[in-house]
């Protein structure tokens, strides 16, 4: 089965780093873009990034560049989304997937981040 | 704020076609196609229903249709069910964004 699958909720405070992680299974992981996208509590889905695992080329969205870094190790099929110093604000729901035909075609469970 | 603009509700009765709009512009509908997905609760995992413009995934209902004219898509839902209760987004990709996707605003959609 085609699936992704991330780590598990999150409650941090401020100031503090986190990295949260996203393992594909069942697909070559290594051929599919994998993309970050944020849901804010009561708000709408906003698209961070993709990474493709096979180079690690990562391209960010202008509004999260320089505000949290993606990675990948393609060793273990598994995606990593990272930030340094976390802010009240980034509390939310955030979503890997797979870019497979032009969309997000199979989507990770969601993992809760609390700040 | 997004660059794809949807409204933010809609609404229909059991049976009904709902159409929700998606407003872009020539740097990503003009040029790019666009995807639908759906939200059915709060906290849920989104779901891919259209892509490409029309094309429907697998399992995905022939109930769902997508379209895409100029610098707008539209999905509509015919014969409207309660499960159909749920947050739409469009996606395109947009050539200003460092040429990556963005969301629509979302539209609600709820069932009479």
């Known amino acids: 089965e085609v699936q992704v699958e991330q780590s598990g909720a999150e409650v941090k405070k401020p100031g503090e780093s986190l990295k949260i992680s996203c393992k594909g299974s069942?697909?070559?992981?290594?051929?599919?873009?994998i993309g970050w996208v944020r849901q804010v509590p009561g708000k709408g889905l906003e698209w961070m990034g993709i990474?493709?695992?096979?180079?690690?080329?990562?391209k960010y969205s202008p509004s999260f560049q320089g505000q949290v870094t993606m990675s990948v190790d393609k060793s273990i099929d598994t995606a990593y989304l990272q930030w340094s110093s976390l802010k009240a604000s980034d509390t939310a729901m955030y979503f890997c997937?797979?870019?497979?035909?032009?969309?997000?075609?199979?989507w990770g469970q969601g993992t809760t981040v609390s700040v | 704020q997004s660059v794809l603009t949807q409204p933010p509700s809609a609404s229909g009765t059991p049976g009904q076609r709902v159409t929700i709009s998606c407003s872009g512009s020539s740097s990503n509908i003009g040029t790019n196609t666009v995807n639908w997905y759906q939200l059915q609760l709060p906290g849920a995992v989104p779901k891919l229903l259209i892509y490409g413009n029309d094309q429907r995934p697998s399992g995905v209902p022939d109930r769902f249709s997508g379209s895409k004219s100029g610098t707008s898509a539209s999905l509509a839902i015919s014969g409207l069910q309660s499960e159909d209760e749920a947050d739409y987004f469009c996606e395109a990709w947009d050539d200003s964004l460092n040429g990556l996707c963005a969301f629509g605003t979302g539209t609600r959609v709820s069932v009479l």
């Open positions: 990474i493709f695992p096979a180079d690690s080329d990562t």
């Open positions: 997937a797979r870019r497979g035909g032009g969309a997000f075609d199979v």
């Open positions: 069942g697909f070559r992981f290594s051929s599919y873009w």
